[in-house]
């Protein structure tokens, strides 16, 4: 396999197991994942969950083994209003026990001083179980845009918190090559 991937939105109705099997049928090497599915309302899309299904975890992960591809990519960490990361310690440890090194979070909390603070606690969590954490930057998000984003690194100083440049929010937000 190669270090190609697929993002989990593209295939939402897909369970992890289907999802790893077309990933090596098409040559790639890695997905992201939630650890539940995101149906969006489509009326036929199964229902799974990674957290609350050992059997479909130990699917996976025989899956993953079988044809040579991992979860390069946690999904699933929003910060949001109302919510504290704090919460999500067994969340962590499920990735880890899935081979996840690498989690992915993004900012729906308008108010970026706690979005900071739940970044900082979910990078620190993280770290804890040695897995690195990245930052989306959606241009709607109050740390949206490769500036917003860089100077919330700096702010973090944290040493397992990257950004995670995502095409489309990238050129979405007018950020350029010349600015990366």
Not at 41 to 52: I, K
Not at 53 to 65: E, F, G, H, V
Not at 98 to 121: C, E, F, W
Request: net charge negative; hydrophobic share 45%; aromatic share 4%.
């Amino acid at each position: 396999m190669n270090n190609l991937g697929i993002e989990a939105l593209t295939v939402y109705c897909m369970s992890p197991v289907e999802f790893i099997h077309l990933a090596a049928d098409l040559g790639c090497g890695h997905i992201s994942t939630g650890l539940n599915s995101a149906n969006f309302g489509q009326p036929n899309a199964v229902e799974w969950s990674l957290r609350d299904d050992p059997a479909l975890r130990r699917a996976t992960l025989a899956a993953m083994a079988e044809r040579g591809v991992a979860i390069s990519l946690g999904e699933g960490f929003a910060i949001r209003p109302g919510l504290d990361v704090a919460d999500r310690q067994l969340d962590l440890e499920l990735f880890k026990a899935l081979g996840v090194n690498r989690i992915n979070t993004v900012v729906m909390d308008p108010d970026r001083s706690r979005a900071l603070d739940q970044i900082g606690t979910l990078a620190t969590m993280a770290n804890a179980v040695g897995i690195e954490t990245t930052l989306e930057l959606p241009p709607t998000s109050i740390i949206g845009g490769l500036a917003a984003g860089v100077a919330a690194l700096n702010e973090l100083r944290l040493p397992n918190l990257r950004l995670l440049i995502d095409t489309m929010h990238f050129v979405r937000s007018g950020s350029s090559i010349a600015d990366l």
